[in-house]
C-alpha cells in the first residue's frame, strides 16, 4: 500500500516532467525550501521566467466520494499553502534564497517578478465535480486544474507563453460566467479555446444576459475528430521549432550569458516558434547550393518581434565579422520599420545549418551612435541596394 508521502512525489514527480518539457527544467525549481531560513519548503514547484512567476502546488488525492472532503484535500489545502509561499517569497522582510538542482543558492529577486499566477493541481483520479477556480483569503487568483488538462496543456499550450495566455483568458472567461452553468468537463473548455485561435468567442465573453448556460459536452472529442488531420499537419509543422527548442537548451543555456538571450527566444509562444523555425529552414534552403563566400539576408517581423537571419557560406566564418555583421543587419532593419518591433532577434546559420551566432537586443537600447556604426558598416558591405517585401497571413487550426 502506497503511503501519502509516496503517492505526493508521485504527483510531484508527473507535473514536473510536463513542466520540464514545456517551461525547459532551467526555469524550474522543484520542492525549493527556504534555504537561509527555515530551510522549509515553499511550494511543489516554483516556476521563474522573466518577470513571471508560477506558485505551483500538487496534490495526489484519490476520490473519496465525498466531494466536501475532496474540496479540502486538494483545493484548500493547494490553496493554503500557495498563499503561504507567497507571503514568504513576496512580503518577508528579509532576504529569501533558494536552489535549483543544477547551479548554487540564490537570491530569489522579489521585485523583479511583476506577474503571479497560483496553480492548484490534482493529478489524482478524475472526479465528476472538480472545482476551476479558488482565491486564497487575501483574495487572490488561484488556478485549479486536475491532471487530465493539465496534461493536455502541456501538450497543446507548452510554452510559457501559451499556458500564461491560456489562464488569462480563462480566468477572464469564468469571471464572465460566474452566475452561469457550464455542462462538460474543462477539457471541452480548452477545446473552445484552441478552435478559436487561443481565445473564447466574443459572443460569451460580451454577453450581458443575467444567465448563461454553456453547454459544452463532448467538445473535446469533437474538436480532435473536427481537427485530426489539421493537428497532425501542425505537428509535422512543429517538428523545426522543437528542435530549435532543443538548440537553445543545449547549447545556450549552458553559456555565459546565454540563458539572457534564451528567454528572448523562448518568450515565443509555439506557433511563433514554428514560423520561425520553418522560415529558417525556408531561407537555409534557399541558400545552401549557392557559393562557399556567399552572404545573404533576410528580415522579417512576428508580432512584436524583428527576426533577423544571415546565411553564409563555408568561407565566411571570422567569428567577429558574424558578429558584427549579424548585429548591423537586425538593427538596420529595424530602423527601416521604424522600429515598429520591440525585441530584434538575429541568428547567422552556415549552408551545414549549423548556428553560429544568436543575438537579442532590446531596440529601445539602440542609439544614435550604434546607429550611426551600423550605417558605416552596411554601407561598406553594400547592402539594402535593392530589396524584396512579401506579407503571409496564416492561422493556428
Excluded at 460580451?206 to 485530426?228: G, S, Y
Excluded at 537553445?248 to 523562448?266: D, H, Q, W
Excluded at 550605417?375 to 503571409?392: A, R
Aim: charged fraction near 35%.
Amino acid at each position: 500500500m502506497k503511503t501519502s508521502i509516496q503517492k505526493g512525489k508521485e504527483g510531484e514527480e508527473f507535473v514536473n516532467d510536463l513542466a520540464y518539457k514545456s517551461f525547459f527544467k532551467y526555469w524550474c525549481y522543484p520542492n525549493p525550501k527556504d534555504e537561509s531560513g527555515d530551510k522549509k519548503e515553499i511550494c511543489d514547484l516554483l516556476v521563474l521566467f522573466k518577470d513571471i512567476c508560477l506558485i505551483i502546488s500538487v496534490k495526489n488525492y484519490k476520490d473519496s466520494g465525498n466531494i466536501d472532503r475532496h474540496i479540502k484535500k486538494t483545493v484548500k489545502k493547494s490553496v493554503s499553502q500557495i498563499a503561504g509561499a507567497e507571503r514568504k517569497l513576496f512580503n518577508y522582510n528579509r532576504e529569501i534564497f533558494i536552489q535549483h538542482p543544477d547551479r548554487k543558492k540564490e537570491k530569489f529577486e522579489k521585485d523583479k517578478y511583476k506577474s503571479i499566477y497560483r496553480i492548484a493541481i490534482n493529478v489524482g483520479e478524475i472526479v465528476d465535480f472538480q472545482l476551476l477556480e479558488a482565491k486564497t483569503k487575501s483574495g487572490n487568483y488561484v488556478t485549479v486544474l486536475d491532471r487530465e488538462v493539465f496534461e493536455i496543456a502541456m501538450e497543446y499550450l507548452d510554452t510559457i507563453a501559451d499556458f500564461i495566455k491560456y489562464l488569462e483568458k480563462r480566468e477572464e472567461l469564468l469571471g464572465k460566467l460566474e452566475t452561469s452553468l457550464l455542462l462538460g468537463a474543462e477539457k471541452d473548455l480548452l477545446a473552445m479555446y484552441l478552435e478559436n485561435q487561443a481565445n473564447f468567442p466574443k459572443e460569451i465573453l460580451e454577453a450581458d444576459a443575467q444567465l448563461v448556460i454553456l453547454d459544452l459536452e463532448n467538445k473535446w472529442d469533437d474538436f480532435e475528430a473536427e481537427f485530426k488531420e489539421r493537428i497532425k499537419e501542425k505537428k509535422k509543422e512543429e517538428l523545426a521549432s522543437r528542435a530549435f527548442d532543443e538548440y537553445i537548451e543545449t547549447r545556450l543555456l549552458g553559456i555565459e550569458n546565454g540563458p539572457e538571450v534564451a528567454k528572448e527566444f523562448l518568450s515565443m509562444n509555439r506557433f511563433q516558434r514554428r514560423l520561425l523555425s520553418n522560415t529558417l529552414l525556408e531561407f537555409v534552403e534557399a541558400n545552401k547550393e549557392r557559393s562557399d563566400n556567399t552572404i545573404a539576408l533576410r528580415y522579417f517581423s512576428l508580432d512584436n518581434f524583428g527576426i533577423s537571419f544571415l546565411f553564409h557560406g563555408k568561407n565566411v566564418s571570422n567569428e567577429n565579422f558574424l558578429d558584427v555583421a549579424l548585429q548591423s543587419l537586425m538593427i538596420k532593419s529595424a530602423q527601416l520599420r521604424n522600429y515598429e518591433e520591440e525585441h530584434l532577434l538575429g541568428i547567422s546559420i552556415d549552408n551545414q545549418g549549423e548556428f553560429w551566432k544568436v543575438k537579442y537586443i532590446p531596440s529601445r537600447e539602440v542609439t544614435s551612435e550604434i546607429e550611426k556604426y551600423t550605417d558605416g558598416i552596411v554601407e561598406e558591405l553594400g547592402w539594402f541596394k535593392n530589396q524584396k517585401n512579401t506579407s503571409i497571413k496564416t492561422e493556428e487550426y
